[in-house]
């Protein structure tokens, strides 16, 4: 039995954008004086604007402060990429097949809508019944709100959708919801292993019958 419905992630997971979030930080964190390194990959990649605006508030001595660290980042990040949207090896032909066999599918986002739009103008708006962005939900991922979010659109048990990940963030956040997680990590951030969770070096090897394996036992 396939999957209800299948969860995507967007930066990082269907297209090749997450180096730009961290090159849009990295070029606002030297504004201020910092320099962006290793230390803040926890605190950048998978999270939503004011998270990563937040933390370098904290931790650049020369922060103007939050709201206009936010307003930077996403200035950047959104002319980055409306310069270029790659997607992901196997993503379009992933959500080929889920489309041929009927299967939902959502995108769920940390990013600001005006990003997930200009992603999806390059993408296809019609690979999706439901797109979420980070004002969609008052908490964005790792909490649960976006997953859950996506599955109550769509009229689902959240046990019986598939949530497609790329950061460790992303994944706390599936995990929470309650969905079968399949993790292809963009970045060397290691995501844990746990139930429930299945990872995968690339999208390439992604298909229906292993999606209707991730979800076969689970709550009806």
Not at 193 to 210: C, E, F, K, Q, V
Request: charged fraction near 15%; proline fraction near 8%.
């Amino acid at each position: 039995m396939l999957p209800s419905a299948v969860l995507f992630d967007m930066d990082g997971t269907l297209v090749d954008t997450e180096h730009l979030w961290w090159e849009a930080t990295e070029e606002v964190a030297a504004g201020i004086g910092y320099a962006l390194g290793p230390v803040d990959l926890p605190e950048v990649l998978g999270h939503a604007v004011e998270h990563t605006a937040a933390h370098l508030d904290r931790v650049a001595a020369g922060s103007p402060g939050t709201a206009e660290l936010a307003s930077r980042l996403n200035g950047s990040f959104t002319a980055k990429v409306a310069a270029q949207v790659v997607p992901r090896p196997g993503a379009l032909a992933l959500l080929a097949s889920l489309r041929d066999a009927a299967v939902p599918t959502a995108l769920v986002s940390a990013s600001p809508r005006q990003v997930v739009d200009l992603v999806l103008t390059h993408l296809g708006r019609d690979w999706f019944t439901v797109t979420l962005a980070a004002e969609d939900t008052e908490r964005t991922k790792p909490d649960p709100a976006p997953y859950l979010a996506a599955a109550a659109r769509l009229g689902l048990d959240p046990a019986r959708c598939v949530a497609v990940e790329d950061t460790p963030t992303g994944v706390a956040s599936a995990s929470a919801a309650g969905c079968a997680v399949l993790a292809v990590p963009s970045s060397d951030a290691a995501i844990p292993a746990g139930p429930g969770i299945t990872l995968l070096s690339s999208l390439t090897l992604a298909d229906l019958p292993l999606l209707a394996g991730l979800t076969a036992g689970r709550a009806e």
